[in-house]
């Protein structure tokens, strides 16, 4: 969702199955006796976010129009359990998935969609759909691990996977209910707090809570959109909240939500630990949100106060949050190398595979290598924030990593 310069990294909840991959990455570096694999974006301990962080790069380099090194596609292919899941990252992938492999919706969601993307790879997506859809709640959606209560974050990645390999989320049942079926029982409705958003989860009074990363997602999710979302026209697209009937008017309560939180300082708030500090990941899936919906106007002006001020964020959180700014800066036909004066794409690339240098692709599709990519050393879709797992922040539509922030 790069959104992660090394993205999101959610300690613990895997195993409670309630969080989310987050946008930035603060997870520590890997030990000298643990190399990283050459392919992969980021030098961050991947543990947490390894999947995630990659897929998201493949997604925003495909994006901007760089075929992404072929070492870096196979070692995201090389992930993939024998069911068809992903874990965040198996440093040996000679010894098969078991009960203890912590394989997760978040992971393989972004995985499909960044495959499915690139193309060519049918049989692994397939794969991973197939279990996606073997995890789903009776509820129609999903949580982080397979069996955790649903969330919007996790649902809305699976919906764009969905989305992406050619299904229709709406027709993917489970005790009748469809994924969108589940993400309305998260919208909150128009009275009160948070009118229009969505919850995370309900918390543990049953009661739903705004949040703005959740939000997020859930705008793209009930719009059946993954972490990458075309330009859109010039619009507004702002209404007032009605009773959300469908995932369409959800969508647009969502939307309107985010456009009302963004209007004061063009930015989300971060809810961790009390921290009134600036959420840039959170609002880079805000800009993507906003310009799903149709909702150009309010988006630009967050991307461009992204512009002015995520630079320090995106360089320290590494390869997802550069991914993060480069979708956001792609939804609103914002050029993400010329972004705040800064080239997005060539800090990207550089956080990727030395040996394997990126081709940008030219109009008639053909692949010239793109001789500074690698000169340069890099200096980290979406969204979630889970439940219970406060560790890295910056995201997600992700995407993404990310421990569970709120917007009041």
Known sequence: MNVRRSAAVLAAVAVIGAATPAAADSSPSPE??????????????PQYDGVWRQSLALLA????????????????VGQQCADGSFAPYRADTAKACDAKTMVDTNQTGAAVQALAALGGHDAVTDKAVDWLKSVQNKDGGWGYAAGGASDTNSTSVVIGALAAAGEQPAEVRKNGKSPYDALLKLALPCEG?????????????????????????????????????????SGT??????????PEQAAANGAAHLTDALAKDGHLVSALGGSEQPDYGNTADAVVALAAQGAVEPAKKSLAWLEKNSGDWAAQSGPAAFSQ??????????????????????QLTATGPSGDSAQTKDKAGDSASESDSDSDSGFGVWWYVGVCLIAGIGIGFLISGRGKRQQP
């Open 237 to 246: 697209a702002k209404a007032s909240c009605k009773k959300a009937d469908s």
């Open 32 to 45: 000298p006796s643990k190399a990283l694999p050459s392919a992969l974006y980021g030098d961050s301990d």
């Open 325 to 346: 700014l480069i979708l956001a800066a792609h939804a609103t036909g914002a050029d993400p190398r010329d972004f705040g004066g800064a080239d997005l794409v060539k």
């Open 193 to 233: 707090d948070g009118a229009g958003a969505f919850a995370f989860q309900p918390d543990k009074k049953g009661k739903l809570v705004a949040n703005g990363d959740a939000t997020a997602a859930g705008v793209l999710g009930s719009l059946g959109k993954g972490l990458v979302v075309e330009p859109g026209t």
């Open 61 to 76: 380099q495909d994006t901007a129009g760089v075929e992404p090194p072929k070492a870096a596609v196979d070692w995201l």
